[in-house]
């Protein structure tokens, strides 16, 4: 173990230089700027959480986020479609796939859980937190953004009422935060400290990258999380089944039937 911290010690104190860092985050920044206006004109099938989501993913992932929006959840040809539903029927096939549906669930995760975890992060650090003081309040934050937040939008939009949606988002959340916070934790814990001997302050570009490397571990550990998570129910993905199913059902009941079709 310490043999490999030492090699990350090594090979990653380039994140904590201003010719990484700032790159790193100004493609972030207009990255994200892009897909959020993306998302409501091109792209604006996209599921309103994911809205969200991908730009605060974006930010933080750089080119890494960007990449995923385009693989995961912008069909190439989505600019082609006009009217909404003809966009939202494109976006559902195009993110039918499993994968896509769980790298998107995943998004959604740590997008929502991510934003409370650095917030929490800027504040515990600076408040002269503990490790482990800073750990379970960062965990407390990032699990009441993403449950009450995210969770509850993306299931209020699937069709459950308040109290189940709260039910079955806080379910979802409950598992995903585990392997997010456990991926963040491993980060602030082994690799941070190997690197730059502690953990930084907010107006430090170590805190930054590390921040954003914590994230992007913690995203990688979830994505299986997500995989069983949706395999079973308990999360959507993304695509719009639901709404696209009662529209369906909607337009059978206008229909003519029997004599009424032939008067």
């Known amino acids: 173990m310490e043999i490999f911290l030492d090699f990350l010690g090594n090979a990653l104190t380039f994140m904590a230089e201003p010719w990484f860092a700032i790159p790193w985050f100004a493609v972030g920044i207009l990255g994200a700027l892009w897909v959020l206006w993306d998302s409501f004109h091109a792209n604006s ?4 959480p994911l809205k969200a989501c991908w730009p605060i993913l974006v930010l933080f992932f750089s080119v890494i986020g960007i990449a995923f929006y385009h693989l995961v959840s912008r069909p190439p040809d989505i600019g082609r479609y006009e009217g909404h539903e003809a966009k939202m029927r494109r976006f559902t096939e195009f993110t039918k796939p499993t994968w896509r549906k769980v790298v998107g669930s995943a998004a959604h995760c740590v997008g929502g859980d991510g ?5 929490a992060m800027v504040a515990a650090r600076l408040w002269g937190f503990t490790f482990w003081q800073e750990y379970w309040f960062e965990y407390a934050v990032g699990f009441a953004f993403g449950w009450f937040i995210f969770q509850l939008w993306a299931m209020r939009l699937h069709g459950d009422g308040w109290l189940m949606g709260l039910w079955h988002g806080g379910r979802a959340e409950f598992f995903s935060m585990i392997t997010v916070m456990l991926g963040m934790g491993l980060v602030m814990y082994y690799v941070t400290p190997a690197v730059v001997g ?7 570009y170590a805190f930054w990258s590390f921040g954003a490397l914590g994230l992007l571990v913690g995203f990688i550990l979830t994505y299986p999380m997500n995989y069983w998570l949706v395999s079973i129910g308990w999360k959507h993905g993304q695509g719009h089944e639901h709404m696209l199913k009662q ?7 206008r229909q003519p039937r029997g004599r009424e079709a032939h008067a």
Do not use: C, F, V
């Not at 502690?198 to 430090?204: G, I, R, V, Y």
């Open 198 to 204: 502690e953990q930084p302050l907010p107006d430090t």
């Open 115 to 119: 934003l409370g975890i650095m917030t």
């Open 247 to 253: 529209k369906d059902q909607n337009s059978e009941k």
């Open 45 to 48: 099938a996209l599921n309103p």
